[in-house]
């Protein structure tokens, strides 16, 4: 066995959905650059379809979805993982149950975009939303921008968003679901945006930087670089 | 909480590579063609870069890969695994050591696959073999197609082969080392025969059923509608 870099692994809270989660482990590879399979990023993850719907709770329905987090957490934990990751927005709502969970930390996916977003446009003015109707009622996003100073536009209407993301959940990343998510995003830049966050782990399934005027930070793509950073001790930005 | 539709969770012994693991998962979400992210087959995966190098272990040189695939096997099933895949072909020549390690049963990626053929491809005289050197040298493959009646072709080189499978492992994806790949397939079939295995999870990742002009069982593929059919209690083939 030839020698490992000293690195940590990772476990992934997946499922949400189940093609983000391969979506984001993408990404970890690709970004990771490695030469050979020894040289990777280990990741523990759990893709599990039994986290309760998002959406119905944070409208005070459905299932317990911080009491499901957390017990996938512990898991993980007890796998091996040594920090966690969750590539999916709307859960972080949920973000405390897992820190209460677990003594490992949990790489936060909004921290991290926010701070992706003053790192990479330092002077944008108004920063638009691209994300579940769950998580931004839940105003996570807004109040991580704020505290740095930066304008949010969300979109109109959210429903409309919302019902994309669940197509792309079904399956349909099709033209006309890339067309009506871009006209989202077109939205949001007419209404002043002039930095765009994908800010669910859906969106990037659809639309991509070339699809956009301004600036388009993915959330997915943030979270995949700090993963590898945390787990081979990097700095911020060293990924790239 | 919806009610989950009874199901298996699948133990996924992974990264060997980790493209091809993540190539798999795909595979599997794909298949199930589930509507929304409670649909799907639960996934506990260990991508794991640590599995010392599987062709210098069979050359008896290198780390303990059957330790570290024992390991891994009882992580998997302490974490929640009701049943095993590892999409590797060459690992499979340790399969036995998985087996002695846990009680939870391993789906044979080359059991699986060879049944594939003899299903899909009842007539087929010859099979062509694409897979590593060290699972060719191993027999694992041949004695499985010989035991169902089928000949066997090899690549006339094997190193040629194995070193288009570490260029793609590399990340190496591109237009030379899918034509380089597709003209070894094409030796087998100018060689004889009349349907081809791609039984290491790396060539599908650059070699497709449009490729090559004789029909192609992608290993991956068998494996994710096997790990599917498993996970629902579903007849051979229904997943299809």
New interface residues.
């Given amino acids: ?2 020698k ?1 870099a000293p690195r940590k692994t990772a476990g992934v809270l997946g ?5 983000a ?2 979506d984001f ?2 990404e970890v ?2 970004l990771t ?21 998002r959406q119905a709770a944070l409208r005070g329905e ?3 979805v911080a009491a499901c987090l957390a017990q996938m957490a512990r ?2 934990q ?3 993982a040594e920090f966690l990751v969750m590539p999916c927005n709307t859960a972080h709502v949920f973000a405390d149950s897992i820190a209460a969970a677990v003594p490992i930390p949990l790489i936060n996916i909004i921290d991290a975009t926010v701070a992706a977003v003053r790192r990479e446009c330092p002077d944008a003015r108004s920063v638009g939303l691209l994300a579940t109707t769950g998580c931004i009622n839940a105003g996570v996003y807004q109040r991580a921008l704020a505290s740095d100073g930066f304008g949010v536009v969300v979109p109109a209407d959210s429903a409309v968003l919302m019902d994309l993301i ?1 197509r792309i ?3 349909d990343v099709g033209a006309e679901t890339r067309a009506a998510t871009a006209a989202v995003a077109q939205q949001l830049v007419a209404a002043g945006a002039d930095v765009l966050i994908a800010g669910c782990t859906e969106i990037p399934l659809v639309l991509g930087a070339g699809d956009v005027p301004v600036p388009l930070i993915s959330s997915t793509d943030v979270l995949a670089r700090q993963t590898i950073e945390y787990a081979f001790n990097l700095q911020p930005g060293e990924s790239s």
């Fill in positions: 066995m030839g490992l499922g949400m959905g189940p093609q989660t391969v482990m993408q590879i690709r650059g490695a030469r050979r399979d020894q040289d990777h990023v280990r990741m523990l993850v759990d893709c599990n379809p039994a986290v309760p719907d459905g299932g317990d898991g993980l007890a796998a091996g669940f959940k079904s399956g």
